[in-house]
């Protein structure tokens, strides 16, 4: 094992005389294997372009570079991963992997994983045990992400991750808030973004947010067992169907309205809420505006073990129609709608009970349903 520090005289990371044993040092160390720690730190040629595969042990971009390390062809990091500063930036394609084995941390520079032809660049965390943190203002950008081990994400920023096609989990990522004023979280977003193989779990103390566009299918295999699970509501004056499908007791399910006459409607089957249910409103209208939520039109059912909560202030000047329809809902807890009062508009909760059974079966002591 030695130390591989960039120098090169242009941008092929291939040549051996682009590579010394020392910051600064005299080239000619030869190519990075895959025991060899690699450092950028603003010695070498302003571009790094491999347009063949690489490997390493650690990767360290420091906080000195000024390279722009741009992949345009797969990659495999057997140790950790540190950006620090310069840009690193894999696109190309068809198919290329990055594979990240150990712990990766971003405190500066940029991490953006562009798009190429093919599938575009897919980045697996394959490690056991290991940690993902963001510490700085930007977010990482990544276009398919694959866990396939166990990962931990969490950092000093609102956002650690954005995803901008698929997210597959094979194995554990665990989102978990960085202290008691930042919930870490995960953002999929993207015309073509969603979920594509999920037999494993996604846990922890953060919040997974996903755009959830009319056009999409949530899955309904994996587990979802996180704090905070939202749908964003993207399209606009349009239906966004759910999927049946289970969220364990320690997930709260958030669903977001942001634009006018939205429908989020629940397909056939039963929905297990197994924790709370909360419906929120990111809308400002100037009128009164509509939004709905819809088990009625395939005889949708609903087990919800939490509260079950239109949450405070999220309609002030909104016609909100809850259709239950035809089907069974159990409420095992408090059933809490709450609207506030906005100056010259009204809000309207209409509720279609339809011929279905609403049962009310508590946890506890007692039952309470509120309307303020």
């Not at 994983?113 to 490690?127: Q, R, Y």
């Amino acid at each position: 094992m030695a130390n591989r520090y960039w120098v090169g005289a242009d941008q092929n990371w291939h040549l051996a005389s682009n590579w010394s044993l020392v910051s600064g040092g005299a080239g000619g160390a030869g190519v990075p294997t895959s025991a060899d720690d690699v450092f950028f730190d603003g010695n070498g040629n302003v571009l790094c372009w491999p347009v063949a595969d690489i490997v390493c042990k650690d990767m360290s971009l420091l906080v000195a570079m000024t390279e722009m390390l741009l992949l345009d062809a797969s990659a495999i990091i057997n140790g950790d991963f540190l950006i620090e500063g310069g840009y690193f930036g894999p696109t190309g394609g068809p198919d290329h992997t990055i594979e990240f084995k150990g712990n990766w941390l971003n405190t500066g520079g940029t991490f953006a994983v562009g798009t190429g032809t093919g599938k575009d660049p897919e980045c697996i965390f394959s490690g056991i045990g290991k940690t993902y943190n963001l510490n700085q203002v930007g977010a990482a950008s990544f276009q398919n992400v694959l866990v396939s081990g166990e990962l931990t994400l969490t950092g000093s920023r609102l956002s650690v991750m954005e995803i901008s096609q698929k997210l597959s989990i094979t194995g554990i990522m665990t989102i978990n808030r960085y202290n008691s004023l930042t919930t870490s979280r995960v953002t999929l977003n993207g015309p073509n973004a969603g979920f594509d193989v999920f037999t494993g779990e996604l846990k922890g103390s953060g919040r997974f947010v996903f755009r959830f566009r009319s056009t999409f299918v949530m899955v309904d295999t994996g587990t979802i067992s996180i704090k905070y699970f939202r749908y964003i509501l993207y399209t606009a004056s349009a239906v966004h169907n759910l999927l049946p499908r289970q969220y364990e007791s320690s997930c709260t399910v958030e669903v977001e309205y942001t634009q006018d006459a939205q429908v989020f409607r629940l397909e056939a089957g039963r929905h297990y809420f197994l924790g709370p249910l909360t419906i929120h409103c990111d809308v400002a209208p100037p009128s009164q505006e509509t939004a709905e939520f819809d088990c009625d039109t395939y005889t949708a059912e609903m087990w919800i073990g939490g509260k079950f909560d239109i949450y405070k202030n999220a309609f002030p000047a909104h016609i909100f129609t809850l259709k239950l329809g035809d089907g069974i809902h159990v409420f095992r807890n408090t059933v809490d709608f709450y609207f506030s009062y906005a100056s010259g508009v009204s809000t309207v909760l209409d509720v279609q009970a339809g011929d279905g059974t609403i049962i009310l079966w508590p946890s506890g002591s007692r039952k309470v349903i509120t309307s303020p």
